[in-house]
C-alpha cells in the first residue's frame, strides 16, 4: 500500500513563515502530480498549490507570491513553503498525490496537519 504523511504544521504569528513536508512511502514506481488543498471550518476543500513530475507549478490566487511548492523526487516528498502567512490561511492542510505502486496506480491523501495563523 501507499501512505503520505504530512508535518510541518503548527501555530504562528501574522507575517510569519512555516514549511509543510509531505512524503510518500510504500512501493512507489512513480509519483506524477503532487497537491496542496487546505481546508478550514466550515469551508470546502481548496486546492492550493500543485506541482507535476516534470515540476511545472500552479498556485491558487490567494496564495501567489507568499507560497511556494517544490518536491525531491529522491526522497518522494513535496514541500509547501508558506510565507507571509494570514490568518485567513489558517486551515488542514492535506497532500494529494497520483501514484504509480507496485501493484496499481491511484490517488492518495495524507491525514492533514493544522495551521494556525494568530497572534
Known amino acids: 500500500q501507499v501512505q503520505l504523511v504530512e508535518s510541518g504544521g503548527g501555530l504562528v504569528q501574522p507575517g510569519g513563515s512555516l514549511r509543510l513536508s509531505c512524503t510518500a512511502s510504500g512501493s512507489i514506481v512513480t509519483i506524477f502530480d503532487m497537491n496542496w488543498y487546505r481546508q478550514a471550518p466550515g469551508k470546502q476543500r481548496e486546492l492550493v498549490a500543485t506541482i507535476t513530475s516534470g515540476a511545472s507549478t500552479n498556485y491558487a490566487d490567494s496564495v501567489k507570491g507568499r507560497f511556494t511548492i517544490s518536491r525531491d523526487n529522491a526522497k518522494n516528498t513535496v514541500y509547501l513553503q508558506m510565507n507571509s502567512l494570514k490568518p485567513e490561511d489558517t486551515a488542514v492542510y492535506l497532500c494529494?498525490?497520483?501514484?504509480?505502486?507496485?501493484?496499481?496506480?491511484?490517488?492518495?491523501w495524507g491525514q492533514g496537519t493544522q495551521v494556525t495563523v494568530s497572534s
Open positions: 494529494y498525490a497520483d501514484i504509480r505502486w507496485a501493484r496499481g496506480r491511484g490517488a492518495y
